[in-house]
């Protein structure tokens, strides 16, 4: 068993001084947590897994492919691997848990 605290992650994110932290990397499936404040843009580019967002904090606007949507805490998305998405219009600091399948490189 494996067992993460979010907070903790958090500040270890924090400490690396980047966006996103991978916490997880097994052979189906890969983990993170995202986090972006209002004012930033969000640089990622399509991927070639399949992508589950649950928001845990915040809110922004979410676009996948040609749909956009409001989330915000409680928000779980799903993304098509090869869609292009992004979040947007950061109003609230955003933070995001992140399961890719299978995992990222």
């Not at 690396?16 to 580019?45: C, H, I, V, W």
């Amino acid at each position: 068993m494996k067992v993460f605290r979010l907070d903790q992650l958090d500040a270890e994110r924090a400490a690396g001084e980047g966006a996103y932290l991978r916490f997880l990397k097994e052979r189906n499936m890969s983990a993170g947590l995202y986090a972006l404040s209002p004012g930033d843009t969000d640089p990622q580019a399509r991927h070639a897994q399949d992508e589950l967002y649950q928001v845990i904090s915040g809110r922004a606007e979410l676009t996948v492919g040609a749909e956009t949507t409001t989330v915000g805490r409680g928000s779980v998305v799903f993304v098509p691997a090869g869609v292009p998405h992004r979040f947007h219009h950061i109003t609230e600091e955003l933070r995001v848990l992140v399961v890719f399948s299978p995992p990222e490189d």
